[in-house]
């Protein structure tokens, strides 16, 4: 299948790589040259520039790309008004089809035409009669599609990696449960996880579904729900109660959207619910979190848990467990979770998936520990190469790094057989030395306390980094 992808954005650059991946022919067709040409050198796809607003640009794109099977129209109105809506979405859906009469044809919409405020379910035979300009112009481009007999995929609210307005608002202290009368605890929440939205688009393409769909995961959760379970993983308090925003671009809703019928033709999210993404995905919540810590317009909250980073033989589980017991606090060491989880070895693990394979269950390890409090947590040696793990630990608490001399982690690692690293041909007294010289400046930036635990015994290490912590949280609190 030859297909066209109008706007690589968010879920469009998804789409585009699904597509690719399943061995079809991809094109895809950004607003700008410029941005056409970032992408080409990132996608092994064809990637053209064209403004949709414009016959004449459409009817150029045609002749470069020839005839095509089908194409999808999720370009964005690029935070525009009305004006915009109509030149991209109404004139944009009209000059494709104008110029493509063959192919089939998908119009991504919004379930924003929904306009329901009185918490009902909502399904594709519901009333869609936006109050709104905006709206009524997207019930207009979604008109002109089905007249075609084509497919009109109306997305929830999009999430995933580097994009979480629930989560990004919670953790910058712009949240609030927008309650009146008729939603007493906050609007229903209606969202879809990027990767799932576009899992959806190539399956309605792929099988010729024509009419509307609801895109949506299978939650129903109110904003209060939502935000009570958030603040208890990150240690925030919860967001107070406000009015309904009036001046919502596409309007204040407060309704469930059935995707029933798009489940029927055998699509199934991955992620099912928010909360599923916020466990499983291996980049949601960290994205959120450096954004967030990149921004620097509040502190990121930080867990009253304390985490201990190193090198293997640093000592990080017996000085765990020693502070531990001083501060009354639980213990979890990473690598214990690991193999509880996998029902086998560390060793074995790395037999049977490689480094990479050990490397994303210590990131599953870390998102398990979310919501975690008084806990001393002992992570493995590695931990601090992966960049998506810096900003869980950052977030999950005070960081100290026991830092050990070569002869030392020598010493207490030659009788071990369970480091996979350092089996192999190079002495491990070599790879020792070098993994120092590559992770040292790694756990240097990441840590709140370093410990030089040559000269010290493991209880005095253990001391330093109880009390080291409690004034830490006092200062913070």
């Not at 005070?398 to 690293?421: G, H, K, M, Q, Y």
Request: hydrophobic share 40%.
């Amino acid at each position: 299948m030859k297909v066209l992808i109008i706007g690589c954005g968010f879920v469009g650059e998804r789409t585009a790589d699904l597509f690719h991946a399943g061995g079809h022919e991809v094109i895809g067709v950004t607003h700008s040259p410029a941005s056409a040409e970032r992408l080409m050198a990132a996608k092994p796809w064809q990637v053209l520039a064209c403004d949709v607003s414009a016959i004449s640009d459409v009817q150029a794109l045609r002749s470069k790309t020839g005839i095509v099977d089908a194409f999808i129209h999720c370009a964005s109105s690029s935070k525009g008004g009305a004006e915009m809506y109509q030149a991209v979405y109404v004139d944009g859906m009209t000059h494709l089809i104008s110029a493509y009469p063959e192919a089939w044809e998908l119009y991504t919409g919004s379930t924003s035409v929904y306009p329901q405020t009185d918490g009902s379910q909502v399904d594709e035979t519901s009333p869609a009669e936006p109050g709104k300009d905006t709206g009524r112009l997207l019930r207009a481009a979604e008109e002109i599609t089905l007249g075609k007999g084509g497919t009109v995929a109306r997305l929830a609210g999009i999430y995933g990696p580097g994009r979480s307005f629930v989560l990004k608002n919670l953790l910058e202290g712009k949240s609030g449960i927008e309650v009146n009368e008729g939603a007493p605890d906050g609007r229903l929440l209606n969202q879809i996880h990027a990767d799932d939205a576009a899992s959806a688009l190539v399956h309605l393409v792929t099988g010729k579904h024509a009419g509307i769909f609801n895109v949506v995961d299978d939650a129903q959760m109110t904003q209060k729900a939502c935000l009570e379970k958030l603040a208890a993983l990150f240690s925030l308090p919860v967001p107070e109660t406000k009015a309904p925003d009036a001046n919502r671009k596409r309007g204040w809703t407060h309704k469930h959207v059935s995707n029933a019928k798009l489940r029927a033709t055998g699509w199934k999210p991955v992620y099912p619910s928010y909360f599923d993404a916020v466990r499983d995905d291996p980049q949601l919540v960290s994205s959120i979190l450096a954004l967030v810590d990149e921004a620097s317009e509040v502190p990121l909250p930080r867990a009253e848990n304390i985490v201990l980073i190193g090198l293997m033989g640093s000592g990080k589980s017996t000085v765990g467990r020693l502070v531990a017991r001083l501060l009354g606090f639980q213990f979890a060491d990473t690598d214990h979770m690991i193999i509880d989880r996998a029902g086998c070895s560390i060793p074995e693990i790395f037999a049977n998936e490689g480094e990479v394979g050990f490397r994303q269950r210590e990131s599953a390890a870390l998102r398990e520990l979310l919501g975690a409090r008084h806990t001393v947590i002992a992570t493995g040696g590695g931990i601090i190469t992966q960049p998506v793990n810096k900003p869980l630990l950052r977030h999950l608490g005070f960081i100290t790094w026991l830092e050990a001399s070569t002869e030392l982690l020598v010493r207490r690692t030659a009788a071990n057989n369970d480091r996979p690293l350092l089996r192999g041909e190079e002495p491990p007294r070599v790879k020792l030395e070098r993994l120092i010289q590559e992770r040292a400046p790694l756990y240097k930036a990441l840590a709140d306390l370093r410990i030089l635990t040559d000269d010290l015994t493991q209880e005095e290490s253990a001391y330093g980094v109880a009390e080291s912590a409690r004034i830490f949280f006092a200062h913070r609190s």
